[in-house]
């Protein structure tokens, strides 16, 4: 292991490992490109392959309705409809036939409200796998039918045009994502080097890291593996965040080493075989959690784990690889005008985070107790959480689908812009089904059956408003009747029952997925420490820490974004990437104590070990909480969520949780912390040292 990470440090290996990076990015680059063209954003990429929603899906496409996508065009004025709003009406949806739209079905009749003050049509358009030409297809509609104006409201929503307004989000996703990364790592790694030429080298690695990332999930995605925007977005983030981190932590160690050693090739490879295996370990340990995605059934869950350890994986090879070379290569005067010259002075022992360490060395107990209480007292919001998000209240903005699906709200029954889609076989029992979807009190109208082969569907329309619990109780209850009329070949689907599966997918995931993560961590905790009363201990503040962000997260989306409630997976998302990045810090700081307390003792070690890590792993974790905090920029408030509770519980982890709870507890526990490894028993650590401390500490006072 050490041979190999020392390799890239080599006098004449650094500039072959270069060459080779240059060779595999000229080879990614016009594959990374194609990335977005591959990208999957339609129902079925986020639904569970075995819902009984995605079955109704996969089954109508055996009908030509059900091959495609309803667009509905409503007409709404405030005050009744005149008679040159209904003319309006009705050239439009001439219109509409005569141009002979692109992807455009035939529209179904007018129908006019009872209120009188609206009217509207459906427009069928053909489901095609190139988005582009279904955006181009509506925005020719929205054009031929206008906004209306002098009081009346003319928008065009139902699913098309939902789909077409989120794709409009995630059409410019990687791109807008990029560049505010890239800054925003530019200026923070500026800010933490104070050096206008250290940051290009970080910034270099993990940009081309990102490139090949690309490729690679280019390459997987046309293999058959679901990538969404939302996985993708999340990726270009991830690998800024996670790879700057890296390079933060090989570049402290590095410049510690310098004022060792003469030869910067020698520093290289001491801060590699010192600090490679713990960011190998960090790398590691997100890269395994965030495979264990693999046993989700929501896709949208399924598909994000090997993306994000794709680029993880490729991340930390650049990291260990390609910027050690590229240090070595441009030498001590990259960290100009602070170089760190061979014998010089190193302030760290005896900086904020050296006076920090003393500070908590004088009452531990005290402080992580009153610590673990401020935190728990953090998560009482969880109390108030609203684990759904309306598929309507899912933008931070308000575009056309949404107020289009609030005026079909005002003047029809709620659920007339989400149809409700029943599917029999075999088809001889559907008029069974259908009998007993009239006999349904949450069923309004009940359409004409069609039938392909042997099978039949029809639809119906609830009384319930779109996505509420409502039309939730709606689904389970028309699910039950229909099958025991017409037998379990009786399937019900549309946008109510996927919204259904698709929450009830997650919660399954996170009752599955986090345990395991869980599980995962602590072995490669007891492996990296040797040690099983650290690990578990670390575990403990991880969940803490994750249960107090959360908790927090809930009264910000609430209180202050004004948010309609929490996306049914942000819990597994931030639960995903703050224990996977959160124990990062954990790894880096407990690794470097461990390090210490081999000849220093633990209480002493602890000391010097936050002394030295202090620095820079605050400012990874502001670099982590920076990139992700990017997210926000998009007006989806999924996105925002993820975002949030990530930077909020990496800023909460490195200052309160990695800075006072680790290493309060640490020196509380002292060397039992290492049991059962030979670190634990030894006499130096338990007596000598731990009452020397004890007494220094005391004579502070």
Sequence with gaps: MSSILTFAAGRRAKWFVVLFWVIVLIIAVPYASKLMSAESNEASSYLPANAESTKVLDLEKQFPVGQAIPAIVIYRRASGLTDADRAKATADHDAIIARHLDLALPPSPPIPSQDGKAILYSVPFQQTPDSDRLIAAIKTLRTVVGNGGNGLAVKVTGPAGFAVDANAVFGDINSKLLLATAGIVTLLLLLTYRSPFLWLLPLISVGLANQITSAAVYGVARAGLTVNGLSAGILTVLIFGAGTDYALL??????????NHEDRHEAMAFALRRAGPAIAASGATVTISLLCLLVAELNSNKGLGPVSAIGI???????????????????????????????????EESGTWARIGTEIARRPRAVWIATAVLLGILAIGLVDANPHLAQASGFRTKPDSVIGQELIAQSYPSGLGSTTNIVVRPAANVEAARAAAQTNPDVVTVGPAEMVGDLARFDVTLKSAPDSNASFDAIDHLRSQVKAAAGPGALVGGNDAISLDTDRAANRDIKVILPLVLLVVLIILSLLLRAIVAPVLLILTVILSFAASLGVSVVVFDKLFHFAGEDTSLPLYGFIFLVALGIDYNIFLMARVREESAHLGTRRGMRKGLAVTGGVITSAGLVLAGTFSVLAILPLVTLTEVGFIVAFGVLLDTLIVRSILVPALTLDVGHRMWWPSSLAHRDRDRHATEAEERAGAGSER
């Design 250 to 259: 090989l570049i402290a160690r590095y410049r510690e080493e310098l004022r």
């Design 313 to 347: 994986v490729l991340t930390l090879i650049a990291m260990l690889t390609l910027l050690p070379a590229l240090l070595v290569i441009v030498g001590r005067g990259v960290f100009w005008p602070f170089i760190p010259h061979y014998g010089s002075a190193s302030h």
